[in-house]
């Protein structure tokens, strides 16, 4: 293969590349405006280009669903950050339960939307264990000294889990209509609670 071709290929590679990026970008945007269950036809037309292209690039929905749980793993590894391991335990919870409150406020579209596709698509559900297994480690690090001295510290980090994770969040959140900055102060005061007898 000559030059022309090799470069001919990579324009191609690039362009290809743009395009998938454009329709997860135009599905997530879809979600994010509440629209839960976005047709094809309504994430081509967003992303500007034709239904042949968009399945050109996707093989099936389960496809572009992969590629768009991958961009919310971006997008949440982007809002991660790193708590000092070695500061007093109400700052550690207070920066814990701030960095809950802007992931979950980040994936709450999506999973929104999940909780509807999650029985016909293997994507959703692994995007479902990957976020509870990502939360699961956060706990076991940032509360790593606490856990070593409780009695029962598997039984503890279930209970951080459950009290972070995204259903305990939607059922202030969504369930209750209360604002973000509440649901933050109810996660610090039962993470609080919970670490409070170590």
């Not at 940032?142 to 279930?158: H, K, N, R, Y």
Request: hydrophobic share 45%; charged share 30%.
């Amino acid at each position: 293969m000559g030059a022309m071709e090799y470069r001919q290929t990579d324009g191609r590679m690039q362009r290809s590349e743009r395009t998938r990026a454009l329709i997860v970008q135009a599905h997530a945007d879809l979600l994010r405006e509440g629209v839960l269950k976005p047709t094809a036809t309504m994430i081509s037309e967003r992303a500007g280009v034709s239904r042949r292209t968009l399945w050109s690039n996707f093989r099936d929905m389960e496809s572009l669903l992969g590629a768009t749980v991958a961009y919310w793993f971006r997008t949440d590894d982007e809002l991660r950050v790193e708590i000092d391991l070695e500061a007093p335990l109400p700052e550690r919870i207070v920066c814990f339960c701030a960095e809950r409150e802007r992931r979950l406020v980040n994936i709450a579209p999506a999973a929104r939307a999940a909780v509807l596709g999650e029985p016909d698509y293997a994507a959703l559900r692994a995007s479902r264990r990957g976020h509870i297994d990502r939360l699961r480690r956060d706990v076991q690090q940032t509360f790593a000294p606490e856990l070593a001295s409780a009695p029962e510290p598997e039984i503890l980090v279930d209970a951080l889990t459950a009290v972070t994770s995204w259903n305990a969040w939607s059922l202030m959140f969504d369930d209750h209509d209360y604002p973000a900055a509440r649901c933050r102060q109810i996660m610090e005061r039962s993470v609080r609670a919970l670490l409070a007898s170590v």
